[in-house]
């Protein structure tokens, strides 16, 4: 593909292009016309994502450089080049965050009566209910580590928060250093007796120090926080049992490096040249703020009954093949004999889809077998319960659960014990690869027959998640889906070693090369008069053989719109290269998480739904499905998704050949957006 003469620079930088996907994040903050804690809610969520951002990224080019590899990426940086650039571009986004905080969305919300004080705003009243409050609830947890010749530095835990402390005896008149952990479980913001009005955790124990270190003379203390690595490597080829191989690694990620320290700008220069000697982190790793620090806690003040000061409250709509008329149980197996189904989530209800699917499946004694994989779940899972009562009612339920999955290793590893547990057969994946497809197979025997049913998903079996992201569905009992399907988790769960299949696109066996096919088709079947069309909607699109791919398509003619959520390191409309490419950006209410493939294919029109981004994680390390829509109608509906996301004016950025980033502004009178219509649609068509 170079060969066609694009510039070395056709790629934008993976790294970079995320920070400006958590900038437009920010963006949503710095909306004034959104409800206020809807604005603290992005608040916490700009924090979060940076928080995995450096946990994982950051982390892993640390980890490059302290290997002497000096490999570019795609774009042609190093990985010293890649941190530096990070570090400049991300420091004027903490410095916005935390203004935006102090002195924007905080205030507001005192205005509107919800208040967070610190100590300085408290009156005394509201001080002595605190310290009470410290004696009986916080002292007992909390635990003070002195540093000295018989104490040696304590270990600081990922993304704890900590007060780091200097006491001086009054005999010795000698200052000593110690350090207080902020109690991870316990409320980060205080709630007072006045209704709606908190104080962060942290300036209540500061306030408290003389109880601590009674005897002692406190001199100061400063808030900081510690980011470490987090990105597991386990070696599940060499491993004999990768449960207890993944426990001793998760063990081990307490102790990785750190790749940040986040501390208030009040801190002096000598506690600060502490902390980074003793950690170690670097001063480009230094994340100086006004405080408090840790807005990702923000996420608490979402349990306030304000509902004037959040977005209108969304119920889900039951999908309409799905409901029943009163006191008539659904036949779910009679619908799909009928016709496939398309959910859409959140805008229709998880709980009265694909929860029912599998809980019916449970309790149906026609049922023989149910197979499902579980990428992530919710804490409480209605689905796993299902399960083990399948298990339980003697049907073969065979679980692939995926304990690699980043950040819920420990929450995978107990839901594979407990289903193990319940005599259902628990896979652990494939030596070398992530298991990310969304896969539900029942077995159901009828009359003289088994006939399969199945869900293919683009989004996790976690009914919470089902109410915040966005994502696609199918429900359908295809013959050939159904087979496909059957002989996937033959792979997953034994020595198939089948990679050809009718209707579903599988990763790592040839995805890529089938995408860029698909792609190659349109550039070589368009004419004048009927070019070729490509439209994708994705989360991430990264990968660099499709990008080329992408680019000739483009000078062969094809119209190509990209929506690309998060990281993109394609380039549109650049003379010579991507002229006929778009590129844009959904943020919302919603975490847009759907993945739909568009290709003309002569007026055919082929479109397919699934788990995978265009990613080297996805194409070539996970085991991911796409499956392709025969249905008309479901086509239909796929393509009304599209042309809305084509259509929003109010809450999609575009990216230029630049690669900056800019919002569209409707124009009056003509405002389009995405999630607002597709809730309206979801509620006519209830």
């Given at each position: 593909?170079?060969?066609?003469?694009?510039?070395?620079?056709?790629?934008?930088?993976?790294?970079?292009?995320?920070?400006?996907?958590?900038?437009?994040?920010?963006?949503?903050?710095?909306?004034?016309?959104?409800?206020?804690l809807e604005r603290?809610?992005?608040?916490?969520?700009?924090?979060?994502?940076?928080?995995?951002?450096?946990?994982?990224?950051?982390?892993?080019?640390?980890?490059?450089?302290?290997?002497?590899?000096?490999?570019?990426?795609?774009?042609g940086?190093t990985?010293?080049?890649?941190?530096a650039?990070?570090?400049?571009?991300?420091?004027?986004?903490?410095?916005?965050?935390?203004?935006?905080?102090?002195r924007?969305v905080?205030?507001?919300?005192?205005?509107?009566g919800?208040?967070?004080?610190?100590?300085?705003?408290?009156?005394?009243v509201?001080?002595?209910?605190?310290?009470?409050?410290?004696i009986e609830?916080?002292?007992?947890?909390?635990t003070?580590?002195?540093?000295?010749?018989?104490?040696?530095?304590?270990?600081?835990?990922?993304?704890?928060?900590?007060?780091?402390v200097?006491?001086?005896?009054?005999i010795?008149?000698?200052?000593h250093f110690?350090?207080?952990?902020?109690?991870p479980?316990?409320?980060?913001?205080?709630?007072?007796?006045e209704?709606?009005?908190?104080?962060?955790?942290?300036?209540?124990?500061?306030?408290n120090?003389?109880h601590?270190?009674?005897?002692?003379?406190?001199?100061?203390?400063?808030?900081f926080?510690v980011?470490?690595?987090?990105d597991?490597?386990?070696?599940?080829?060499?491993?004999?049992?990768?449960?207890?191989?993944?426990?001793?690694?998760?063990?081990?990620?307490?102790?990785?490096?750190?790749?940040?320290?986040e501390?208030?700008?009040?801190?002096?220069?000598?506690?600060?040249?502490?902390?980074?000697s003793?950690?170690?982190?670097?001063?480009?790793?230094?994340?100086?703020?006004?405080?408090?620090?840790?807005?990702?806690?923000?996420?608490?003040?979402?349990?306030?009954?304000?509902?004037?000061?959040?977005?209108?409250?969304?119920?889900?709509?039951?999908?309409?093949a799905l409901v029943?008329?009163?006191?008539?149980?659904?036949?779910?197996?009679?619908?799909?004999?009928?016709?496939?189904?398309?959910?859409?989530?959140?805008?229709?209800?998880?709980?009265?889809?694909?929860?029912?699917?599998?809980?019916?499946?449970?309790?149906?004694?026609?049922?023989?077998?149910?197979?499902?994989?579980?990428?992530?779940?919710?804490g409480e899972?209605?689905i796993?319960?299902?399960l083990?009562?399948?298990?339980r009612?003697?049907?073969?339920?065979?679980?692939?659960?995926e304990?690699?999955?980043?950040?819920?290793?420990?929450?995978?590893?107990?839901?594979?014990r407990?289903?193990?547990?319940?005599?259902?057969?628990?896979?652990?994946?494939?030596?070398?690869?992530?298991?990310?497809?969304?896969l539900?197979?029942?077995?159901?025997?009828?009359?003289?027959?088994?006939?399969?049913?199945?869900?293919?998903?683009?989004?996790?079996?976690?009914?919470?998640?089902?109410?915040l992201y966005?994502?696609?569905?199918?429900?359908?009992?295809?013959?050939?889906?159904?087979?496909?399907?059957?002989?996937?988790?033959?792979?997953?769960?034994?020595?198939?070693?089948?990679t050809?299949?009718?209707?579903?696109?599988?990763?790592?066996?040839?995805?890529r090369?089938?995408?860029?096919e698909?792609?190659?088709?349109?550039?070589s079947?368009?004419?004048?008069?009927?070019?070729?069309?490509?439209?994708?909607?994705?989360?991430?699109?990264?990968?660099?053989?499709i990008i080329?791919?992408?680019?000739?398509?483009?000078?062969?003619?094809?119209s190509?719109?990209?929506?690309?959520?998060?990281?993109?390191g394609?380039?549109?409309?650049?003379?010579?290269?991507?002229?006929?490419i778009?590129?844009?950006?959904?943020?919302?209410?919603f975490?847009?998480?759907?993945?739909?493939?568009?290709?003309?294919?002569?007026?055919?029109?082929?479109?397919?739904?699934?788990?995978?981004?265009?990613?080297?994680?996805?194409?070539?390390?996970?085991?991911?499905?796409?499956?392709?829509?025969?249905?008309q109608?479901?086509?239909?509906?796929?393509?009304?998704?599209?042309?809305?996301?084509?259509?929003?004016n109010?809450?999609?950025?575009c990216?230029?050949?630049?690669?900056?980033?800019?919002?569209?502004?409707a124009p009056?009178?003509?405002?389009?957006?995405?999630?607002?219509?597709?809730?309206?649609?979801?509620?006519?068509?209830?």
């Amino acid at each position: 593909m170079a060969s066609q003469g694009w510039p070395p620079d056709r790629f934008l930088n993976r790294e970079l292009s995320w920070l400006d996907f958590n900038r437009r994040v920010l963006s949503l903050v710095e909306d004034r016309a959104a409800p206020l804690l809807e604005r603290a809610k992005f608040l916490a969520i700009f924090a979060v994502n940076l928080d995995e951002f450096y946990m994982v990224r950051v982390a892993g080019l640390k980890r490059q450089q302290e290997a002497g590899l000096a490999a570019p990426s795609a774009d042609g940086r190093t990985p010293k080049q890649q941190l530096a650039e990070i570090s400049t571009k991300v420091m004027p986004m903490v410095e916005r965050h935390a203004e935006l905080a102090a002195r924007d969305v905080l205030p507001s919300l005192g205005d509107a009566g919800i208040r967070i004080l610190r100590w300085n705003e408290l009156d005394d009243v509201q001080r002595k209910e605190l310290d009470e409050f410290f004696i009986e609830h916080i002292f007992p947890v909390v635990t003070p580590l002195a540093v000295d010749p018989g104490h040696p530095f304590p270990y600081i835990s990922n993304l704890s928060l900590n007060l780091a402390v200097l006491v001086r005896n009054p005999i010795e008149g000698q200052a000593h250093f110690a350090r207080v952990k902020v109690p991870p479980l316990l409320a980060r913001f205080v709630p007072l007796s006045e209704e709606s009005c908190f104080t962060p955790l942290e300036d209540v124990i500061a306030s408290n120090l003389n109880h601590l270190f009674p005897g002692m003379e406190i001199v100061e203390h400063h808030a900081f926080r510690v980011t470490r690595n987090a990105d597991l490597e386990v070696d599940d080829d060499g491993a004999e049992d990768l449960l207890e191989a993944l426990e001793t690694e998760l063990t081990r990620r307490r102790f990785a490096p750190a790749v940040r320290l986040e501390i208030e700008s009040s801190m002096p220069k000598h506690i600060l040249e502490l902390l980074m000697s003793e950690l170690p982190v670097e001063e480009a790793d230094v994340h100086s703020v006004a405080g408090p620090l840790d807005l990702s806690a923000l996420w608490q003040l979402q349990d306030l009954d304000r509902p004037d000061l959040k977005d209108p409250p969304h119920q889900p709509a039951t999908h309409p093949a799905l409901v029943s008329p009163e006191e008539i149980p659904l036949d779910i197996y009679a619908v799909l004999r009928k016709e496939d189904v398309l959910l859409h989530h959140p805008y229709q209800s998880f709980t009265t889809s694909v929860q029912r699917f599998i809980e019916a499946a449970a309790d149906d004694p026609q049922v023989l077998a149910i197979k499902q994989t579980l990428y992530r779940t919710s804490g409480e899972s209605p689905i796993v319960e299902a399960l083990i009562e399948a298990a339980r009612a003697g049907k073969q339920v065979v679980v692939l659960v995926e304990i690699k999955a980043r950040f819920d290793e420990q929450a995978n590893i107990n839901w594979a014990r407990t289903l193990e547990r319940a005599g259902c057969h628990v896979v652990y994946g494939l030596v070398g690869l992530k298991t990310h497809c969304k896969l539900c197979l029942v077995v159901r025997q009828e009359g003289e027959r088994l006939r399969r049913y199945v869900h293919v998903g683009t989004g996790n079996y976690n009914p919470k998640t089902a109410r915040l992201y966005e994502d696609l569905g199918l429900l359908t009992s295809d013959e050939d889906i159904g087979s496909d399907v059957s002989h996937l988790f033959n792979y997953l769960t034994g020595y198939s070693r089948k990679t050809k299949y009718e209707s579903l696109i599988v990763a790592p066996h040839g995805m890529r090369e089938r995408i860029i096919e698909l792609i190659e088709r349109e550039a070589s079947s368009g004419t004048s008069d009927h070019p070729g069309r490509i439209v994708m909607k994705l989360n991430n699109l990264v990968d660099e053989r499709i990008i080329d791919s992408l680019y000739a398509a483009s000078q062969a003619g094809a119209s190509i719109d990209l929506i690309v959520r998060g990281v993109c390191g394609l380039r549109p409309g650049v003379q010579g290269m991507s002229e006929s490419i778009s590129v844009r950006s959904i943020l919302g209410r919603f975490l847009e998480h759907s993945r739909i493939l568009y290709f003309r294919n002569r007026g055919e029109e082929d479109l397919y739904v699934g788990s995978a981004d265009m990613m080297h994680r996805n194409l070539d390390r996970r085991v991911e499905a796409i499956v392709q829509v025969n249905s008309q109608t479901i086509k239909a509906q796929l393509k009304e998704v599209l042309d809305l996301a084509l259509r929003d004016n109010s809450s999609a950025w575009c990216l230029s050949p630049d690669g900056e980033w800019s919002r569209l502004v409707a124009p009056e009178g003509d405002r389009v957006e995405l999630q607002k219509e597709l809730m309206r649609l979801a509620g006519a068509h209830a």
